[in-house]
């Protein structure tokens, strides 16, 4: 599996994990790419879960989405995203600007 696309190597803090933007999350909708989701400001790789196959769950969401207000509607919360590997930071563009890049 290819490296995720991301803005930046590296967040402010020092942290290894990549910024996502809203535009390089989309590009990972489980088509051809890992099929990434964000939540609460992770990114989370559920390529492997059957529940995620082909980057849709159950008929509702796709990945390449941040799905934190979604999941707050969800059945479940975000147990259901816990144990799938974190593998990014997800920013919104103005919050990345404030980051002076």
């Known amino acids: 599996m290819s490296a995720p696309a991301r803005d930046s190597d590296a967040e402010a803090d020092g942290s290894t994990l990549p910024i996502f933007s809203r535009a390089s999350l989309a590009r990972q909708d489980g088509d051809r790419r890992p099929a990434l989701v964000a939540c609460r400001g992770l990114v989370y790789d559920v ?24 999941l707050a509607e969800a059945p ?20 990345r600007s404030s980051e002076g890049r």
């Open 47 to 70: 390529s492997a879960s059957p529940e995620w196959r082909g980057g849709l769950h159950r008929g509702l969401h796709w990945a390449g989405q941040d799905l934190t207000d979604q």
């Open 76 to 95: 479940h919360g975000i147990e259901a995203l816990i144990g799938h590997p974190v593998v990014g930071r997800y920013r919104e563009p103005d919050e």
